[in-house]
């Protein structure tokens, strides 16, 4: 799940939303504030929640005439630990760090204690090119297509790269008033599903060109064209999953008892799948027990 927040130059988020993202997301927490007149970037990293909040927000209060970011984990792949809290660094270069919210596909070895996302900054993208490679166009989509269901913010200070920020799938978050985006709507403490937004990403800012009868589809994990095609003829009723945004048909979450097809999280109770909370000790066989006594699809 996490929560991925993005602030833009001379704003600073509001102390709530991120405490209530702290809740939601309790696995360990991080920050990076971009210092463009000492060419340097501030990156902390803790267990405990206060004492995020509370050096971002004294840090942020100091500094703000670059990109920030905060983070908060909802643990998915590798420990608990504060080696794998948000952000890391990209090729372990400190001029550029990357902070994600989802899940990405990749191969970690068994005895690999990283996270996806710290396999992704220490190795994959540094072998795309580092954050140049994101001012390719080639490059860009084929990284958003990648990530489809995730976000992932890149903050730098690397004179070689064109923009301060970069921010791959802004269409699947959300900015509120201030101008700070939100990867998704757990940093509201009755949240009920992630949100989508009309902001796109890789700028210096974000502006709003989001077309939303069709932008949708370039960031579903089914098939982009029949998924659109059928949601626009009105054939096919699909939800958006609330942990990886994939879009899964009323028919799939039938068969799959109630459960993402792609991440496996509970539509029920709103859980990843070894969270779920549904009542049942069995996981799935419980949903599958559930089905057959409501004879309802969920």
Request: net charge negative; charged share 25%; aromatic share 10%.
């Amino acid at each position: 799940m996490c929560m991925l927040c993005v602030i833009p130059p001379g704003v600073t988020p509001d102390r709530d939303k991120l405490e209530n993202s702290a809740l939601n997301n309790p696995h360990g927490f991080g920050f990076a504030i971009a210092v463009p007149s000492e060419n340097r970037i501030i990156v902390e990293k803790s267990m405990n929640p206060d004492e995020s909040i509370n050096r971002f927000l004294a840090q942020r209060a100091i500094y703000q005439d670059g990109y920030a970011m905060w983070h908060a984990r909802f643990a998915t792949h590798g420990s608990r630990t504060l080696e794998n809290c948000h952000p890391f660094a990209v090729g372990h270069d400190d001029r550029t760090y990357l902070g994600h919210n989802g899940i990405l596909s990749i191969s970690i070895p068994d005895k690999d204690d990283r996270s996806d996302t710290k396999v992704f900054a220490e190795e994959l993208l540094p072998r795309l090119g580092g954050v140049t490679s994101l001012d390719d166009d080639f490059i860009w989509d084929m990284l958003e297509d990648y990530t489809s269901g995730s976000k992932v913010c890149v903050i730098t200070v690397d004179p070689a790269a064109k923009h301060p920020m970069y921010l791959l799938n802004a269409d699947s978050g959300k900015e509120d008033e201030s101008g700070v985006w939100w990867s998704n709507d757990t940093c509201n403490l009755g949240y009920s599903s992630y949100a989508t937004s009309n902001v796109t990403g890789r700028y210096a800012g974000w502006y709003n060109d989001y077309d939303d009868e069709h932008a949708w589809a370039g960031y579903n994990k089914l098939s982009k064209d029949t998924i659109k095609q059928d949601k626009l003829d009105n054939e096919l009723e699909v939800q958006e999953c609330f942990n990886c945004n994939a879009w899964v048909s009323e028919a799939d979450l039938w068969e799959s008892m109630g459960t993402c097809t792609w991440c496996g999280s509970c539509f029920d109770c709103e859980n990843v799948a070894e969270l779920c909370q549904c009542g049942y000790p069995n996981g799935r066989v419980g949903h599958t027990n559930k089905l057959e006594q409501d004879a309802i699809p969920f």
